[in-house]
């Protein structure tokens, strides 16, 4: 029986072995790779992955590829994300984030590289049969594109500039820039134990993921309102520096945590429902919305 610590310590294992890349082109590239992806991180949604696919008995090494793909396409995004035209962070885990350290060019190549390496992951796990490789590429594809992670980005970019926000809106950008990775997580770890993407487990673990993602969300807005500097690794009150209408601003603080609190509960009732032990990734669900950083 696994433990949350330990399924994170083998996600980083890993990932840091994937990570131990040499480039005939540019030893800048891979540096700043590693640089992105290994350190201190809470592997949120790698951890979700292995924690769905053992809770219906598949084995951990199974999991571990799609798990270490949707961190490489989480580490992209964070990368894409602090870019001087885009959020515009300095920092990020506590360090200077990828452009302050390699400056901004490499840190696009970066990104760039992290998500071609994310899908080739998958597509390469030989623990994995074709169908599985097709499956979990094409969910990763679909949560991490245009139609979501992408779109939800370009919404929050398009909005800070119009200022137009309401909490629909909100919540559609939420849905697509952060909850989309919670649910692929959760959908390929179905997909690992080996259903299809038209079963009824795949649909549930999906619903659950989509609630996680939005309570992992307020939470993260929440934290942002409430927490020191030092505490999340990177600046807080970012979002209303920036002129970022976040939950907070529509909710206030008090009403964005009892919504963080209903989403989990939510999940959690969800994962009830599945014949299978979703205890870890139900606590994991309850540290989403109980972190401190
Ligand atoms: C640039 C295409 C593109 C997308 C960016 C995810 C994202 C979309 C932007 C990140 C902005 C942000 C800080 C959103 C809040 C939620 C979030 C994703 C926080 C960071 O994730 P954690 O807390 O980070 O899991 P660690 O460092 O633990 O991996």
Known sequence: MYDLDHIRHLVELDLEARLQLTSEHSSALVEAMKYSVCGTAKRVRAVLVCAASVGFGAEINTAL????????????????????????????????????????TIAILAGDALQTL?????????????????DCAAVLANASGWRYM????????????????DLDQLFTMHEGKTGALFRAALEMGAIVAGFSRESEQFGTMSEAGTKIGIAFQLTDDYLDATAENE??????????LAGKKNAVAFLGTEETRNRAIQYLNEAVEILKSVDADMTLVQRLAEECVHRQS
């Open 118 to 134: 994310a899908f080739s992951t998958i597509l390469d796990a030989a623990e994995l049969t074709e169908q599985q490789r097709t």
């Open 65 to 104: 590829p799609p798990a270490a793909a949707i961190e490489l396409i989480h580490a992209y995004s964070l990368v894409h994300d602090d870019l001087p035209d885009m959020d515009d962070s300095d920092t990020r885990r506590g360090q200077p984030s990828c452009h302050k350290q390699f400056g901004s």
């Open 231 to 240: 505490q999340l690794g990177k600046p807080a009150g970012a979002d209303s």
């Open 150 to 165: 992408v779109g939800g980005q370009a919404m929050d970019m398009e909005l800070m500039h119009r200022a137009i926000h």
